[in-house]
């Protein structure tokens, strides 16, 4: 009796073991295929910068007529804000917290920003209201041209606090 069960036994081990082995290359296939999907999606470039497309870091925001003094617009291309001030100047604001590097949103009912990560407030013009951020809002330079804004977005630069000198006005038209 004893030599039977042997028997049978190794005749159903080989299929046992060839099974197990087809099932180890088949997940090793499918391991090395996702393996090279991912690859050469890291690999490949960006549609957009393919095209050379959204890669023009200055900005045309618009005309000054569509700005109401008082007023910040959101930019998500070139992540900034475009503050139009009481007096009609213009500043070009990074949504960047100079604390941790948080997103800022503008809260236009309390006419500030207020980082959600550690609770800095800043006015309109960057300015820190409620620490902790250790300076104003980065700013960016600006340029306007026949009515147009330009906003360059290659180099934010760094400021302590809010001068009458970092706004941009339109040239009067006599
Ligand atoms: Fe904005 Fe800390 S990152 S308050």
């Known amino acids: 009796m004893p030599t039977k069960t042997k028997e049978k036994k190794s005749e159903t081990e080989p299929t046992r073991r060839s099974f197990l082995n087809i099932l180890w290359l088949i997940l090793g296939g499918v391991a090395l295929a996702e393996f090279i999907a991912v690859a050469f999606a890291f690999l490949r470039p960006r549609k957009s910068k393919a095209r050379g497309e959204d890669t023009d870091p200055i900005i045309t925001a618009g005309a000054v007529e569509r700005f109401n003094p008082n007023s910040v617009t959101a930019f998500v291309k070139g992540k900034f804000y475009l503050a139009c001030l009481e007096d009609g100047g213009f500043l070009a604001l990074s949504r960047t917290c100079t604390h941790l590097g948080c997103s800022v949103p503008w809260i236009e009912k309390e006419m500030k920003f207020a980082c959600p990560c550690h609770g800095s ?21 600006i340029a306007i041209e026949n009515n147009i804004i330009k906003v360059d977005t290659r180099r934010p630069i760094k400021r302590s606090t809010f001068h009458f000198d970092q706004v941009t006005y339109p040239k009067k038209t006599v």
């Open 121 to 141: 407030t800043f006015d309109i013009t960057g300015k820190v209201i409620d620490a902790p951020a250790p300076r104003a809002l980065d700013i960016y330079p």
